[in-house]
């Protein structure tokens, strides 16, 4: 462990460099509660780059927590669409339900107050605790754990419990009272621009001469990650369901994976499922209680989830005659025309789907 003194000069080294450094970023620049929150939580498990419209795009949309507690689910995930990770928008939501109904429309300041809100853990909450209102808290996001992981030069694995209680002692001894908020995010700054995951720039770093990593040659090989199995993968079905010039639509359950956004319905592949086409047809009974008649196919969708791939088959479909679907699993389904299907908050894949029945690509395909 450093000595008082090495801490006292990473201290001032960190806050120096972070003066002189620190990146240009609309949540920075007019700053408030409310900002630091919502970037914050965007910026869970998304680089800054992929954030910055949306987070611009949503200020413009709901600049304050008003103007978000009164805006409706659907409305706050069609802005939401395409950041992925949609339990964080929801939590935002509810969130600032919470807040405006029984809080008086103030967003706490203390971490015991901020996780009482949905979707906010101990990062989050020492983030907004130390950035927004300048409590001497830590904040241990990736970033973090990489600079001090390599600071100690660490070789228990990232993720351990045993990784994740020396990193919050070391950072809690390291905080410097009342500018905790700037020495967090000079650690943020340090960790995307200088500490970077590989090829760590350790000539730019202001605390390289500390660092046991950089002094021992060791910044390639830590932080050690603790060995993740293999994800699974899965193939799945997807009917594109049209009556004249209206498709079905279906608004997924409230909980669960991509909760209440819409997707054309289909679902897993089976073991016994003789082909594609089968599998569609079982799943549409079993979700919708109606008879398919399954079509050309509508291309093939390939997506990462965070512990799963998919390969995706849609195909053109039309019910049998006298079949009517019901919502037996969805939340509710909708016909509607193409040119609307723009309006209705979609993942990925069903996106894309959505955007070549807008454009009129609506031929055979394979993908």
Same mark, same amino acid.
């Given at each position: 462990?450093?000595?008082?003194?090495?801490?006292?000069?990473?201290?001032?080294?960190?806050?120096?460099?972070?003066?002189?450094?620190?990146?240009?970023?609309?949540?920075?620049?007019?700053?408030?509660?409310?900002?630091?929150?919502?970037?914050?939580?965007?910026?869970?498990?998304?680089?800054?780059?992929?954030?910055? #419209?949306?987070?611009?795009?949503?200020?413009?949309?709901? /600049?304050? =927590?008003?103007?978000?507690?009164?805006?409706?689910?659907?409305?706050?995930?069609?802005?939401?669409?395409?950041?992925?990770?949609?339990?964080?928008?929801?939590?935002?939501?509810?969130?600032?339900?919470?807040?405006?109904?029984?809080?008086?429309?103030?967003?706490?300041?203390?971490?015991?107050?901020?996780?009482?809100? #949905?979707?906010?853990?101990?990062?989050?909450?020492?983030?907004?605790?130390?950035?927004?209102?300048?409590?001497?808290?830590?904040?241990?996001?990736?970033?973090?754990?990489?600079?001090?992981?390599?600071?100690?030069?660490?070789?228990?694995? +990232?993720?351990?419990?045993?990784?994740?209680?020396?990193?919050?002692?070391?950072?809690?001894?390291?905080?410097?009272?009342?500018?905790?908020?700037?020495?967090?995010?000079?650690?943020?700054?340090?960790?995307?621009?200088?500490?970077?995951?590989?090829?760590?720039?350790? +000539?730019?770093? /202001?605390?390289?001469? *500390?660092?046991?990593?950089?002094?021992?040659?060791?910044?390639?090989?830590?932080?050690?990650?603790?060995?993740?199995?293999?994800?699974?993968?899965?193939?799945?079905?997807?009917?594109?369901?049209?009556?004249?010039? =209206?498709?079905?639509?279906?608004?997924?359950?409230?909980?669960?994976? =991509?909760?209440?956004?819409?997707?054309?319905?289909?679902?897993?592949?089976?073991?016994?499922?003789?082909?594609?086409?089968?599998?569609?047809?079982?799943?549409?009974?079993?979700?919708?209680?109606?008879?398919?008649?399954?079509? *050309? /196919?509508?291309?093939?969708?390939?997506?990462?989830?965070?512990?799963?791939?998919?390969?995706?088959?849609?195909?053109?479909?039309?019910? +049998?005659?006298?079949? *009517?679907?019901? /919502?037996?699993?969805?939340?509710?389904?909708?016909?509607?025309?193409?040119?609307?299907?723009?309006?209705?908050?979609?993942?990925?894949?069903?996106?894309?789907?959505?955007?070549?029945?807008?454009?009129?690509?609506?031929?055979?395909?394979?993908?």
């Amino acid at each position: 462990m450093p000595s008082n003194s090495e801490q006292t000069m990473i201290h001032i080294k960190l806050l120096d460099w972070y003066q002189k450094n620190a990146r240009v970023l609309p949540w920075r620049s007019f700053p408030s509660p409310y900002r630091t929150w919502i970037s914050e939580v965007m910026l869970q498990q998304t680089q800054v780059d992929t954030v910055l #419209p949306y987070f611009e795009r949503w200020m413009a949309r709901f /600049p304050d =927590l008003p103007a978000l507690s009164a805006s409706s689910e659907q409305d706050m995930l069609a802005s939401w669409e395409g950041l992925g990770y949609y339990s964080r928008a929801r939590n935002i939501w509810k969130a600032a339900q919470l807040i405006m109904g029984d809080l008086g429309g103030q967003i706490p300041s203390s971490v015991a107050g901020l996780k009482r809100l #949905p979707g906010v853990g101990d990062y989050i909450a020492g983030a907004i605790a130390s950035i927004a209102f300048g409590q001497t808290e830590i904040a241990l996001d990736g970033n973090i754990k990489r600079v001090f992981a390599r600071f100690l030069n660490m070789e228990i694995p +990232l993720g351990t419990p045993p990784a994740e209680k020396a990193l919050r002692e070391f950072a809690e001894g390291q905080l410097p009272e009342g500018k905790a908020g700037d020495f967090n995010q000079a650690l943020m700054d340090l960790g995307a621009l200088i500490c970077l995951p590989s090829n760590p720039r350790c +000539l730019l770093c /202001p605390i390289s001469s *500390e660092c046991q990593a950089c002094q021992h040659g060791t910044q390639d090989l830590v932080p050690v990650k603790k060995v993740k199995p293999k994800a699974p993968h899965f193939t799945v079905t997807a009917a594109v369901i049209m009556r004249d010039d =209206l498709v079905l639509i279906a608004r997924r359950p409230a909980n669960g994976l =991509l909760g209440n956004l819409w997707e054309f319905p289909g679902g897993k592949l089976q073991d016994g499922d003789p082909d594609l086409a089968a599998c569609l047809e079982r799943e549409i009974m079993e979700e919708m209680g109606c008879q398919l008649r399954v079509g *050309e /196919p509508f291309g093939v969708y390939n997506h990462a989830y965070t512990h799963f791939k998919i390969t995706l088959h849609a195909f053109l479909c039309s019910l +049998l005659d006298g079949s *009517e679907p019901q /919502p037996l699993h969805h939340e509710e389904i909708l016909w509607v025309r193409k040119a609307d299907l723009q309006t209705y908050p979609m993942g990925k894949v069903d996106r894309l789907i959505a955007r070549r029945l807008m454009e009129g690509r609506d031929e055979p395909s394979a993908g």
